[in-house]
């Protein structure tokens, strides 16, 4: 038997962070910077008014008041659009829409609020200072500033940057493409009818999403049976879209465990027990002329789960190239007894808790790794480590906080 961090250790010595593509910047969303991106002009790129109102110069409307109103002509309109050719003489003023180009001459712009809104003079109640509503030239961006370095995830409002300053195409690390295959000649696809001792495919659409929630675009293949020339047949197939394989079952040591077969033919991939609960049996290697990053996880559905989470998803991070690679750990305390077999790291189906700033788990669920419902009400997974039998109610344990949604 291995250890948990012996087996991700060897994945992760394994897996590399995906080569850089240039994309368009709606598909690099959500994907790393592998470029600075460097701001051609200033932002704003040009003097602009923040409000609907007159642009006006000081001088003209400095002693305007409520009782004492100063009244100027109303010499042109200008909207956000095409720069107009409008100059603010002195002693008039001109109609601004926000986002419009402050005319020259003009040194501030007053709200309409503060008028009675004219179109061909307009009576002005009260005295802007200089300055006032015009969004300066690179007050928000200088040109040449970087603004998103390398490194840098693109959330919405990077996005919204990058845009900002003219990109529609950026250098990122793509998402990784992960290739689920369920095997198993028990299985059918979910919605068929079952036949005695059939049951419905629950991996690949679990695993599936798990991948795309890991951040990577993931196909479902769906079910291969027991079959090693299916298999065989189907892993070749999928291999050209594939930067990850993902399969679940056959990986056991019954008469029928066709992963294991298979894949010890196709490549360098190796079967450990690894000791963890659940999810002992574990496949890794690479196959194929790319050598091609491809994980045999367990069968039964919590195992898959756990093996995933456990293993496929700091691997796909890294092929992403974010950080950190796993699962934010808090500290909490049991208000249970848990147990665990000695010499295996035990992940416990838990609900977390905060109770009076102390987190607290709760189990939610028995430890059978058939047991998927129980797992859907799991919030966070209990780690116990080796070594460790028991943690008696009201100790400590670490726990891994499983985010159930959003990439
Ligand atoms: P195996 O690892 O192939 O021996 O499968 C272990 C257990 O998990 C068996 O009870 C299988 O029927 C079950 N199992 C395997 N694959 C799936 C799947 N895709 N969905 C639901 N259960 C599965
Ligand atoms: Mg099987």
């Known amino acids: 038997m291995i250890s948990v961090a012996q087996h991700l250790g060897r994945i992760l010595d394994v897996v590399q962070p995906l080569s850089p593509l240039a994309m368009n910047l709606l598909e690099a969303h959500g994907c790393v910077l592998t470029e600075d991106v460097v701001a051609p002009a200033p932002l704003p ?3 602009n008014s923040a409000v609907d109102g007159y642009a006006v110069r000081v ?6 008041t409520a009782d004492d109103p100063v009244v100027l002509p109303v010499t042109g309109d200008v909207a956000a659009g095409p720069a107009s050719p409008l100059r603010v003489s002195a002693g008039s003023c001109v109609r601004i829409m926000t986002g419009a180009a402050v005319p020259a001459g003009a040194d501030s712009v007053i709200p309409v609020e503060w008028t009675d809104g004219g179109v061909a003079t307009v009576v002005i109640r009260r ?12 007050e928000d961006v200088a040109s040449g ?14 996005i919204g940057l990058a845009a900002a300053v003219g990109r529609s195409r950026v ?3 793509p998402r990784p493409r992960v290739v689920v295959v369920s095997t198993g000649s028990e299985l059918v696809e979910a919605g068929q009818p079952l036949g005695p001792g059939r049951i419905a495919d629950a991996n690949s659409p679990a695993l599936t999403a798990a991948a795309v929630e890991a951040g990577a675009i993931a196909y479902r293949v769906g079910i291969v049976p027991d079959d090693p020339r299916a298999l065989e047949a ?3 197939d999928q291999l050209v879209r594939a930067d990850v394989l993902v399969t679940s079952g056959g990986v056991s040591v019954g008469a029928y ?6 894949l010890s033919r196709l490549g360098t991939v190796s079967f450990d027990k690894v000791a963890m609960q659940p999810g002992m049996p574990q496949g890794f290697g690479t196959i194929g002329p790319e050598s091609t990053p491809v994980f045999g996880l367990p069968g039964n559905p919590v195992s898959a789960l756990v093996s995933f989470e456990t293993f496929v998803r700091p691997a796909l991070r890294k092929m992403l190239g974010v950080t950190p690679l796993e699962r934010p750990r808090v500290q909490a305390v049991t208000r249970f007894e848990l147990r665990s077999p000695l010499a295996k790291t035990s992940y416990l ?11 607290v788990v709760t189990p939610v669920s028995g430890t059978g790794s058939h047991l998927l419902a129980g797992m859907s009400r799991a919030s966070a997974l209990a780690v116990i480590p080796e070594g460790v039998e028991r943690v008696a109610p009201g100790d400590p344990v670490e726990v891994l906080v499983l985010e159930r949604r959003g990439r």
């Open 127 to 138: 005295a802007p200072v200089e300055g006032a509503n015009v969004r300066r030239v690179g």
């Open 234 to 236: 189907t892993l070749e």
């Open 59 to 64: 001088a003209d409307v400095a002693s305007a």
């Open 145 to 158: 500033d970087t603004v998103l370095a390398a490194g840098s995830r693109l959330g919405a409002v990077q």
């Open 257 to 262: 465990d066709v992963v294991k077969e298979v």
């Open 45 to 47: 790129g040009f003097d």
């Open 171 to 173: 250098l990122v690390r």
């Open 349 to 359: 189906r838990v609900g977390l808790s905060l109770e009076k700033g102390q987190h």
